[in-house]
């Protein structure tokens, strides 16, 4: 006969003292999201555990390290509006069978609580967290397009008080563990080897009790009386569409959801948060939040297609301690790798360290480490002026100045010292690799590995394979891509790799809009109401216009194609970016005004632009991300979109330029071609984009 099918839930039988347990183990999944059929075993243990009538309950997971990580994404790929609405009401009831039991329900946090992960926590009387550094909650539903929908836009104002839970559900907060004993979210740190038996403790003393609102009297005021509610949610509007620009819709549809509830009961506002849900999820801007996230879950096994094995990674060089050298090196240590650094002098690598250090102090302050691990992140990092101690590195990053023959003479240093099998990157934004690696003795060994800046804030790394590269060094790569906890791509070699070929694209087509008349400031607000973080322009002022130029030149060189010649008329006349003397703006403290040479270098009065300016530059992006697929750079449209999304800000809501170009179906071909017509060949449509082949499925 066939086996029984495994629970993902179980119900543990009361001990001895009297306290029972509800078991969450997913047998399918590595961090718990809940599915359906979690939902149901939750819903029969529940029912379980009001039968046996224990003196106490303890909700814990049989994961090591891991809690319930949330809600499975793919229960909302595909589903109608009233299908995910059915679901989460489900969810919502079982939470609030749970919150009804009887006894003190205590969870159990050994890991991640996150979403639907922290929504059961709360149904629960008390939490206890461990002092782990996996150990983490937050409702970060709005960063997908979402609204927490079992519960938690009505349980967590209760408890903590309304300013305090805005700020959670709006920012997509996730608090490690003191922070969260600070806010008022879990009542207890303990360690990990004692989180149960303090569970069972307080499963045994505590009593159930009404949530208060908040911790102090101002803060309950603000969550129960009706004016000053009003008041504090009037104020996170005005803060949401002031940020967002009315294009988010789900942090709007969370305060809306915590008004009705606070105002008209926990009923009303569980209806209001389904609703939400099931109307946000079908909806464009969640759908593409939504596969975004489902895209960035996959990748972590999908990047390795193809590739070799991976080699073990325990310590790791780098070269090169500037800003992104020392923030490259505190990534490695923070993810538990042992760092041996380098830099041309003593002050330098003093310089670098000391950066390291104020980089993991500022992320402890702000609860992304605990003190502890700041101190032993920041232990394992050591540095001198020469490659001492580089022998026994598995990998090294080198991330010196982006020049041809200083980082051929790297490689050609770290060869001298390093083992046969030590794999060496570099951290180039432009500069094919193979070139890189032309004067190696080893340049199969030789990858790229591009990070952005800053890199200690953003989650991307593209991974460069060569023509000659190894690929269990391109594996390795990814490998520690992934200790750093990175989202990593792999891209084909050549001038610009993908993200910066396509972005360089894109802001020559700017300067091409600034050659005939368009004001700075026109093109950048076009592209900012886009939905783009801040306009081109503004992007080479803080970039640095003589790395911007290095890049675009790199480019345009090999594409056959004249660079732009503005870049480095502002370099020659002092103006360096926006901390070296100003660029395409001035600036005078926070205040940011044109510069008026830009105008008389580029020799063309200030004209009015009759055409669309978001349109022409984004599609110009839009239409080179295509061409990258075409010539295999890109081995699919999922690396475009998250190399897009997470490397330089393409509009999360449009879901990257592929899964934009979806959106507009023959539109795109039919407006390249028009741009084509005005501006000339360079809008020819890419063949990718010529198949009117959709380039996801629906």
């Known amino acids: 006969m066939p086996s029984a099918q495994v629970r993902s839930v179980t119900f543990v039988p009361a001990d001895d003292s009297g306290v029972a347990r509800i078991v969450i183990d997913r047998p399918d999944d590595p961090v718990n999201a809940m599915d359906l059929r979690v939902v149901e075993d939750f819903a029969a243990a529940i029912v379980a555990a009001r039968a046996a009538a224990p003196r106490g309950l ?98 967590l104002p209760r408890l903590i008080g309304l300013v305090r839970a805005l700020d959670v559900i709006l920012n997509a907060r996730t608090l490690a563990p003191r922070r969260a004993l600070r806010a008022g979210i879990v009542d207890e740190v303990v360690h990990p080897a004692v989180l149960l038996k303090a569970a069972a403790d307080h499963a045994l003393r505590d009593r159930k009790q009404k949530p208060r609102g908040g911790a102090t009297a101002v803060e309950r005021a603000t969550t129960w009386l009706p004016p000053v509610r009003a008041f504090a949610l009037r104020q996170a509007r005005s803060r949401v569409l002031a940020e967002t620009k009315g294009r988010y819709p789900a942090p709007l549809a969370a305060i809306d959801a915590i008004a009705t509830g606070l105002a008209k009961g926990m009923a009303a506002g569980l209806d209001a948060e389904a609703r939400a849900l099931g109307e946000l999820a079908v909806g464009g801007t969640g759908k593409n939040l939504v596969a975004l996230a489902l895209l960035t879950l996959h990748q972590r096994k999908a990047v390795l297609q193809g590739l070799g094995r991976a080699r073990p990674i325990a310590a790791v060089g780098v070269v090169g301690l500037g800003f992104m050298g020392s923030g490259i090196a505190q990534a490695a240590a923070a993810g538990g ?55 026994g590195a598995d990998l090294v990053i080198e991330a010196v100045f982006e020049e041809l023959a200083t980082k051929q003479r790297v490689v050609e240093e770290l060869e001298q010292v390093l083992r046969p099998d030590a794999v060496i990157a570099s951290n180039t934004s432009a500069l094919p690799i193979a070139e890189i690696a032309r004067r190696a003795r080893a340049p199969e060994r030789v990858v790229g590995m591009h990070f ?91 970039v640095g216009l003589e790395v911007a130029a290095h890049a675009g030149e790199t480019v345009a060189k090999a594409r056959g194609i004249t660079p732009p010649t503005i870049v ?76 897009a999304v997470l490397g330089f800000g393409f509009p999360p809501f449009l879901g990257g330029p592929f899964r934009y170009a979806d959106a507009l179906g023959d539109g795109v071909v039919a407006s390249l071609e028009r741009l084509a017509a005005a501006h000339g060949d360079r809008f020819a449509p890419a063949n990718a984009l010529r198949s009117r082949r959709p380039f996801f499925r629906v």
């Not at 992304?368 to 101190?375: K, L, N, Q, T, Y």
């Not at 004209?607 to 110009?620: C, F, G, N, Q, S």
């Not at 990258?628 to 475009?640: H, I, T, W």
Request: glycine share 12%.
């Open 58 to 155: 303890i909700v814990a997971s049989g994961k090591d390290g891991r809690f319930v990580a949330g809600a499975d994404l793919s229960l909302l790929s595909g589903g109608s509006r009233i299908e995910i609405e059915r679901a989460i009401r489900a969810f919502q009831q079982v939470l609030n069978d749970l919150a009804a039991l009887p006894f003190t329900t205590v969870a159990a946090i050994n890991g991640a609580a996150i979403g639907g992960g922290l929504e059961l926590a709360l149904a629960c009387d008390r939490r206890i967290i461990a002092d782990a550094p996996s150990a983490r909650v937050g409702l970060t539903e709005t960063r997908l397009g979402l609204v927490p929908g079992a519960g938690g836009t009505q349980r």
């Open 452 to 542: 952005f800046s800053p890199v200690h804030r953003m989650p991307l790394i593209e991974v460069v394979r060569s023509a000659r590269a190894d690929p269990d060094a391109i594996a390795t790569a990814v490998a520690a891509a992934h200790a750093l906890g990175k989202t990593a791509i792999v891209v084909g070699d050549g001038a610009g790799f993908y993200t910066t070929r396509v972005l360089s694209v894109m802001i020559g087509e700017a300067f091409a809009m600034l050659a005939e008349g368009a004001d700075i400031e026109a093109i950048d607000r076009a592209m900012v109401e886009f939905g783009w973080p801040v306009g081109p322009l503004q992007e080479v002022d803080e």
């Open 568 to 643: 480095n008329a502002l370099v020659a006349e002092g103006f360096k970016g926006k901390a070296k003397g100003g660029g395409f703006y001035r600036y005078s403290g926070r205040r940011r005004t044109p510069n008026p040479r830009v105008r008389e270098l580029v020799g063309v009065d200030s004209r009015p632009v009759v055409e669309d300016i978001a349109e022409r530059l984004t599609l110009a992006l839009v239409n080179e991300a295509a061409r990258c697929l075409d010539e295999r750079v890109l081995r699919s449209p999922a690396e475009g979109d998250l190399g």
């Open 337 to 391: 790798l042992r760092v041996r650094a380098r830099d041309r002098d003593a002050a330098a690598v003093a310089k670098g360290l000391s950066t390291i250090r104020q980089l993991t102090a500022e992320a402890a302050k702000k609860g992304v480490f605990e003190r502890r691990e700041a101190a032993r992140i920041v232990g394992r990092i050591t540095g001198g002026p020469d490659l001492a101690g580089f022998s």
